[in-house]
């Protein structure tokens, strides 16, 4: 892995599942389970809204000691000082967003099923690859499939690996053992009540503890 980033789930944020009013509360229960990184997604707020969301948010990651990254978004990333930012292919240049945010943060890049991609994001600075969608997926169901061969093809690249899209506690297990160091989750760890929430976050966990030999995140 790397400096910045311990293997384990990464939980990610939406706006029908973790909504304003149990954002923080949702969050705060899958980080009680074990989550060590973040990503605030939010495709549907008002940039006021966004703000306060974001802030409340990287108050809540830091006092956890975990990473919250800003979806698709360097500049508000900056503006909330939080540890990075996830772009996509068409959310603007990775070298610009880390002129904006410094050495220390954490860029991640969707490389979509594609090894091409993933070598042009190590070149541009990524600090983190992302594969998918592995599974059927409610939250974004047009995302590009994905064969988690990819994460291990992807080992080569010797940068830390994220596999996302439709992924629950029981179909989690073949991504690890094929590569990924991160499991980036939305519908199979959001919704429900924060028990819930936190119970399915330790499931992940449980996983890692099992599959990965780098895991070691204490409860
Ligand atoms: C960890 C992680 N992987 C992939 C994505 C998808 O990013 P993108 O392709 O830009 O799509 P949107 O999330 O912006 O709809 C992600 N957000 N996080
Ligand atoms: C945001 C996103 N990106 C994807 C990709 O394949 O790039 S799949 C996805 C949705 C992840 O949510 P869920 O865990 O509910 O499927
Ligand atoms: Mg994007």
Avoid: W
Wanted: net charge negative; hydrophobic share 40%; glycine share 10%.
């Amino acid at each position: 892995m790397s400096q910045k980033l311990q293997p384990g789930l990464y939980a990610i944020t939406d706006n029908r599942l973790t909504p304003p009013e149990t954002l923080l509360d949702s969050v705060e229960a899958a980080l009680r389970g074990g989550a060590v990184l973040v990503q605030y997604r939010d495709k549907g707020s008002s940039s006021a809204e966004r703000l306060r969301q974001a802030t409340d948010l990287n108050s809540l990651c830091r006092n956890a000691g975990v990473p919250l990254l800003i979806n698709d978004d360097p500049q508000l990333a900056h503006r909330v000082g939080a540890a990075g930012v996830h772009m996509g292919q068409d959310d603007g240049a990775p070298d610009e967003a880390r002129r904006l945010l410094g050495p220390e943060a954490i860029i991640g890049i969707t490389c979509h099923h594609r090894l091409e991609l993933a070598r042009a994001a190590k070149s541009a600075g990524a600090d983190y690859l992302a594969f998918g969608r592995f599974y059927n997926s409610g939250t974004k169901p047009g995302a590009p499939a994905a064969e988690a061969t990819v994460l291990t093809e992807a080992r080569t690249l010797a940068l830390p690996i994220t596999a996302i899209g439709g992924i629950t506690a029981d179909n989690a297990e073949p991504l690890i053992l094929a590569g990924a160091d991160l499991l980036a989750v939305v519908g199979g760890l959001f919704g429900g009540t924060p028990t819930e929430i936190e119970t399915r976050a330790k499931q992940f966990c449980q996983l890692f503890a099992r599959h990965h030999p780098l895991y070691t995140h204490s409860d």
